[in-house]
C-alpha cells in the first residue's frame, strides 16, 4: 500500500464509522486491569461502538482457548471459567503469581458474513482489508455480493499484584493467535515511555499495510488514533496514561472458490487499563 492509499484509508475510518463495521470490533474486558493476588475478577466480552457496543452474544462452542500466560510463561486454563450469557459477566479468573498476564481468547472460524456489493466494498475500504479490495477489482466483482468466514482473537493485559513487579513478562512476545497485537513495551512499563509501539502478526509473520486503531473505551463512539503498519508490521501510537484502552486491526485473505465463502478474515485486539488512582 503506497503513502497516498494509506491516506485515504485513514480519512475513510475516521469519516465513516458505520454501524455495520463498528458491530465487527471485540475484545476481552476484565472488570479492572489491575488486580491483587488470588484476587476473584470477572470479565466480559464486548462488542461494537458508541451506542452499538452490547455484550457478545458468542455461543460458548466457538471458544476455543481461554487461558492466562502468567509472567514467566506458564498457562494458566481458564476455559472452564467462562458462563457466557450471564446477567453481570462472561466469566471470571483467579491469578496468584504477581506481575503482568496475558489474557488469550480464540474463537472458531465457523461465523459467517454475507453482504450486498455496495455494504461489503465499504466494509472493507474502511477496514483496509486490501488483499480482498485487490482480489474482487481484477476478478471484476466488485458489483458482486461479498461473503466471509471469520474468526476472533482477543488478549488483554492485566497486573496482578503491586507495582514492584511490573516487568514485561510474557507481554511483548506473540502468544500464537492466527492475527495478534504485540506490544514491543509494555503500556504498565516503569518508567512509562512516551509511545507505544506496536507489531502485527499475521500466521506467524509481521504483517504490512495493516491498519491499527486505538480506542478510549471510556468514550468509544470513534478511535482516537489510527496507524498503518509498516513494512515490518510496526506501528507506534502515543502512550495512554489513564484509562481503559483497546488495540484492534483485521486482516483477511481469499479462499478457493470451492470454499461456501470468498474470504477468511480473522478479527483481533488487545485491552489494557490503569488504576482511577494511578500517577
Not at 472488570?31 to 475478577?41: A, N, R
Not at 473505551?217 to 496507524?227: F, H, I, K, W
Request: contains cysteine.
Amino acid at each position: 500500500m503506497n503513502h497516498r492509499s494509506a491516506l485515504c484509508l485513514l480519512g475513510l475510518l475516521v469519516c465513516s464509522r458505520a454501524s455495520l463495521v463498528a458491530a465487527h470490533d471485540f475484545w476481552l474486558q476484565p472488570s479492572d486491569y489491575w488486580i491483587g493476588t488470588d484476587t476473584l475478577t470477572s470479565m466480559t466480552l464486548q462488542v461494537g461502538h458508541g451506542p452499538f457496543r452490547q455484550r457478545s452474544p458468542i455461543p460458548a462452542r466457538r471458544i476455543t482457548r481461554f487461558q492466562a500466560i502468567a509472567p514467566q510463561g506458564a498457562i494458566v486454563e481458564l476455559h472452564d471459567r467462562l458462563r457466557l450469557g450471564e446477567p453481570a459477566e462472561d466469566g471470571d479468573f483467579r491469578l496468584k503469581i504477581p506481575g503482568p498476564y496475558v489474557l488469550v481468547l480464540q474463537t472458531d472460524n465457523g461465523a459467517q458474513t454475507h453482504l450486498p456489493s455496495i455494504r461489503f466494498n465499504d466494509y472493507l475500504t474502511v477496514e483496509g482489508l486490501t488483499p480482498a479490495l485487490e482480489q474482487r477489482a481484477r476478478l471484476h466483482q466488485m458489483d458482486a455480493d461479498g461473503s466471509e468466514r471469520y474468526r476472533r482473537c482477543a488478549k488483554a493485559i492485566v497486573q496482578v499484584g503491586s507495582p514492584e513487579s511490573r516487568s514485561p513478562g510474557e507481554v511483548t512476545k506473540p502468544v500464537g493467535l492466527p492475527l495478534e497485537i504485540v506490544p514491543e513495551a509494555s503500556p504498565y512499563a516503569v518508567p512509562r515511555p512516551a509511545s507505544l509501539p506496536v507489531r502485527v502478526i499475521y500466521a506467524g509473520d509481521p504483517l504490512a499495510g495493516a491498519l491499527v486503531k486505538l480506542t478510549n473505551l471510556n468514550d468509544d463512539a470513534s478511535p482516537l488514533e489510527v496507524r498503518v503498519t509498516d513494512r515490518d508490521g510496526r506501528a507506534s501510537f502515543t502512550m495512554p496514561l489513564s484509562g481503559s484502552w483497546l488495540l484492534n486491526v483485521i486482516w483477511t485473505r481469499p479462499l478457493p472458490r470451492s470454499e461456501e465463502t470468498d474470504f477468511e478474515t480473522v478479527f483481533s485486539s488487545l485491552t489494557f487499563g490503569f488504576p482511577t488512582d494511578h500517577p
